[in-house]
């Protein structure tokens, strides 16, 4: 994939409102803050791109990215604390919406911070996603905040929490880089 020609396609705040899905897409799932834009930002090479929030949880839409002709699809991140049930619900069917709509599912990229143990929202976002059959990655984020040792220590002890195989799992780092090139792999290897 040609990174350097990623653009942005556009936000949307319902479903009813997707485009046609004319392409093979990736979507970006996780906990608010996990650091899905900067994750983002690092694989496509931009430091801005999607944007990296200094208010998390701000992000409340789906955004929508052509990447040399592949739809990146950056859904809104869940478990923020700090907004009402109704606007929590609203984001739970931003996300359950999109992934019953027909669409090309590609690849789901699921974010997980590294440093903690599983949690019940991930728990569930993982099991959803098994359940509907997608086929998912898990992108183990902020990998930079941990020994290499602790990094393999805490894969292995999340992949068990999760109960999936630890090939499933990927160590990633947007501060340094790490993973960013698998990742790669695995979104073109779904795609093309
Ligand atoms: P989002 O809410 O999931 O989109 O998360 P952001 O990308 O906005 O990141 C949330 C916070 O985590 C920001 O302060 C980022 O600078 C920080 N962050 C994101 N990725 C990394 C990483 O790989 N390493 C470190 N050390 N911090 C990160």
Known sequence: ???ETARFEASY???AQLPEPTTPEVSFVGRSNVGKSSLLNKLIGRKSLAKVSSQPGKTANVNFFDVDGVRFVDLPGYGFAKVS???????ANLISGYFEQER???????LVDIRHDAQQLDRDMLGY?????LPFVVALTKADKLSRSKQAQQRQALARQFGLDASRMLVTSSQTGQGIQELRTMIEDACL
């Open 1 to 3: 994939l040609k990174y």
């Open 13 to 15: 705040g319902t479903i």
């Open 85 to 91: 049930q109704a606007e929590k619900q609203r984001w």
């Open 104 to 110: 090309s599912f590609n690849l789901v990229v699921s």
């Open 129 to 133: 996603l098994e359940q509907e059959g």
